[in-house]
């Protein structure tokens, strides 16, 4: 997805630090990333590590760090919106009013990420520190402990202890229900990689609130 | 034995557990964790939690320490398997938050599909765009 960005702007001094949320190991994200042919870096998190560093409760999110290591704009949602919920369930299709939100918001998102690439702290997309210590989202104690036992869920999934670990797994998504990424992976563990036919039903009790938070740009829905 | 899952990676460690006990090395907790029992408190990096004037001998005896009680005086979040064979350490909302509204990018090793590591702080001086995706 971000190869081609990448191909584009890596002259500017640019990197994509791409990574898999992948319980299930290297193998599972394996068949992407080669078929990507990436050249940025694309590494494996299996105990979603990154979530627990960043506050991440989704796939796509990102976060843009600058040359000095410093965060312009805490974890947000990486350019998708919920206009995925409009799908044919059963073709996997978007209706054209869909497709049309879903080029938009790429294009704006990846716009967005080559100004700043190409401007840096002129962007008007980098945050300056107040209003990037603002959109940092806020952490509970409930969200710590989540990630505690996920960390454990995935260690007794791989050790063999399949009945002990879907317990673990799933106080960690009872303690943290906002996080897709806990209860998505607790699901692929369990079907080792098959659809979880529960997933519409879960997007669907969500009603009115997003399933994508929304991301704080300029015409984005 | 027992396993310790941490931020760190995973480490196993002599250790016993007792109720809801945990005595491991203190040499065993603060390479899993960061953690130490110093004289001024129960301290990660620069944080301390000072501990109550004679309680000491609560949470050390000899070289060991009983890092499950540590961590629940230093409301640091912890989970345990139900044989208490595997300890999971994490770090609390409070500590979380403050590090990432210093906005100073908090770092992280990863392997690639080779097994190779590598860390975000690899590309000081360039823009790094972090970002997650799955196969699920």
């Given at each position: 997805m971000w190869q081609h960005l990448y191909d584009e702007l890596k002259d500017y001094g640019f990197m994509v630090f791409a990574v898999a949320m992948e319980s299930r190991g290297p193998e599972a994200a394996r068949p992407w990333i080669e078929a990507a042919k990436t050249t940025y870096v694309s590494v494996i998190d299996a105990d979603h590590r990154l979530a627990e560093l960043y506050n991440m409760v989704n796939v796509p999110e990102a976060v843009w760090i600058d040359e000095?290591?410093?965060?312009?704009?805490?974890?947000?949602?990486?350019?998708?919106?919920?206009?995925?919920?409009?799908?044919?369930?059963?073709?996997r299709t978007l209706p054209e009013e869909g497709k049309a939100m879903r080029e938009s918001m790429r294009t704006r998102y990846m716009d967005a990420l080559r100004d700043w690439v190409k401007n840096?702290?002129?962007?008007?997309f980098a945050f300056d520190a107040n209003a990037a210590r603002g959109h940092v989202r806020k952490q509970t104690e409930d969200v710590a402990l989540a990630h505690c036992w996920f960390r454990l869920g995935r260690h007794l999934h791989a050790a063999g202890r399949a009945e002990e670990a879907e317990a673990a797994l799933a106080e960690a998504s009872r303690l943290h229900p906002d996080s897709w990424n806990i209860w998505r992976q607790m699901g692929d563990m369990k079907l080792e990689?098959?659809?979880?036919?529960?997933f519409w039903g879960r997007v669907d009790k969500l009603g009115a609130r997003r399933y994508y938070d929304k991301i704080d740009m300029p015409g984005m829905p | 034995m027992v396993t310790l899952l941490t931020e760190r990676g995973r480490y196993e460690a002599a250790a016993s557990t007792e109720g809801e006990s945990l005595w491991l090395p203190a040499v065993a907790l603060s390479m899993a964790t960061g953690w130490e029992l110093k004289p001024e408190g129960f301290c990660r990096d620069e944080i301390c939690v000072p501990l109550s004037r004679g309680r000491e001998s609560e949470f050390r005896r000899g070289e060991e320490v009983d890092a499950a009680k540590l961590f629940r005086y230093a409301g640091q979040p912890l989970a345990a398997s139900r044989d208490k064979s595997v300890w999971s350490f994490g770090t609390s909302a409070a500590i979380r938050s403050s590090a990432l509204e210093s906005l100073e990018a908090p770092d992280i090793g990863l392997p690639d599909l080779a097994g190779k590591v590598h860390r975000?702080?690899?590309?000081?001086g360039k823009k790094v765009f972090l970002s997650t995706w799955a196969s699920w």
């Open positions: 000095a290591g410093r965060i312009v704009r805490p974890t947000e949602v990486a350019g998708s919106g919920d206009y995925f919920r409009k799908m044919d369930r059963v073709t840096g702290n002129r962007s008007e990689g098959k659809p979880n036919p529960d | 975000i702080s690899d590309h000081r």
